[in-house]
């Protein structure tokens, strides 16, 4: 059974940074590619970053881009997400979600549908 498991949420000003980890276990973690969705309160969720399976390609929602950055260390089962410069409107919940099956080394995936996994989700509040 494939359980994720985020941490690193929390409350920080405008302009700070966090860094969200996603610890996979289940599967062979190498095999499938990631990706962050959030979801602020009264909205749907959204997709904000993703990762191949490699971890050589990565897509980011215009809304973060430039300022968020995610990584995959498959030797350590993890998955993560280094947001700087944040900003109120990044105040939301954070899941990370694995993919339902395995893809070419380079492909990305950004459609919420393809995920068949999910962790249970790490808060992010900026705010002063």
């Known amino acids: 059974q494939v359980q994720l498991v985020e941490s690193g949420g929390g409350l920080v000003q405008p302009g700070g940074s966090l860094r969200l980890a996603c610890a996979a276990s289940?599967?062979?973690?190498?095999?499938?590619?990631m990706g962050w969705f959030r979801q602020a309160p009264g909205k749907e969720r959204e997709f904000v970053s993703a990762i191949s399976r490699s971890g050589g390609s990565t897509y980011y929602a215009d809304s973060v881009k430039g300022r968020f950055t995610i990584s995959k260390d498959n030797a350590k089962n993890t998955v993560y997400l280094q947001m700087n410069s944040l900003k109120p409107e990044d105040t939301a919940v954070y899941y990370c979600?694995?993919?339902?099956?395995?893809?070419?080394?380079?492909?990305?995936?950004?459609?919420?549908?393809?995920?068949?996994?999910w962790g249970q989700g790490t808060q992010v509040t900026v705010s002063s």
């Open positions: 979600a694995a993919d339902r099956s395995p893809r070419s080394a380079a492909t990305v995936v950004a459609t919420e549908v393809a995920y068949a996994y």
């Open positions: 289940g599967r062979t973690f190498s095999n499938y590619a």
